[in-house]
T-cell receptor
Framework: QQQVKQSPQSLIVQKGGISIINCAYE??????FPWYQQFPGKGPALLIA?????SEKKEGRFTISFNKSAKQFSLHIMDSQPGDSATYFC??????????FGTGTSLTVIP | DVKVTQSSRYLVKRTGEKVFLECVQD?????MFWYRQDPGLGLRLIYF???????EKGDIPEGYSVSREKKERFSLILESASTNQTSMYLC??????????FGPGTRLTVL
């Protein structure tokens, strides 16, 4: 059973556009929600993370929106660039640090 | 910077062989993890360890075992490799309740 559901599986966006990736979860014990970025041939690296006591977190062009009541969170990439082309994973963590990952979104930004 | 290294980037083995994947981290992290990554399935947790000589099963432990004799080293063992274990294997480490840092991955092919 997938603990964290991620969509879409793939996404193509024009340069300068907004990329949006969505995730949903069921377990209300989750208290940490990171997003990881993975380039081909590399391991995933933390991009941005949020805890459920805030509804939004912004770092540069990357924003997490968090809706606790709907048990959903999303990643918004503003002014998307070709260098943002990568696979993105959402995740959720329970106390004790076990992470549950989404299935990933392959983002392609077209110049 | 945290560094997580994995012994091999690419590995080709034959069905029935015993396979060892090694992971070393240099940040004195308590926690270490082994995942496998498959297209459309995301990252799935195989085993994790919160301390030396301690191990816990993840979501897909069948066909795998692990060893943690030293804090910085976490080994994944395939006792008798099978073709359905062809995958990308990712090691990660973390301190308690902090982000997981990933290694570059080992792409294992079992023929």
């Amino acid at each position: 059973q997938q603990q964290v559901k991620q969509s879409p599986q793939s996404l193509i966006v024009q340069k300068g556009g907004i990329s949006i990736i969505n995730c949903a979860y069921e377990n209300t014990a989750f208290d940490y929600f990171p997003w990881y970025q993975q380039f081909p041939g590399k391991g995933p690296a933390l991009l941005i993370a949020i805890r459920p006591d805030v509804s939004e977190k912004k770092e540069g062009r990357f924003t997490i929106s968090f809706n606790k009541s709907a048990k959903q969170f999303s990643l918004h990439i503003m002014d998307s660039q070709p260098g943002d082309s990568a696979t993105y994973f959402c995740a959720a963590s329970i106390p004790g640090n076990q992470f549950y990952f989404g299935t990933g979104t392959s983002l392609t930004v077209i110049p | 910077d945290v560094k997580v290294t994995q012994s091999s980037r690419y590995l080709v083995k034959r069905t029935g062989e015993k396979v060892f994947l090694e992971c070393v981290q240099d940040m004195d992290h308590e926690n270490m993890f082994w995942y496998r990554q498959d297209p459309g399935l995301g990252l799935r947790l195989i085993y994790f360890s919160y301390d030396v000589k301690m191990k816990e099963k993840g979501d897909i432990p069948e066909g795998y075992s692990v060893s943690r004799e030293k804090k910085e080293r976490f080994s994944l063992i395939l006792e008798s490799a099978s073709t359905n274990q062809t995958s990308m294997y990712l090691c990660a480490s973390s301190s308690i309740r902090v982000e997981q840092f990933f290694g570059p991955g080992t792409r294992l092919t079992v023929l």
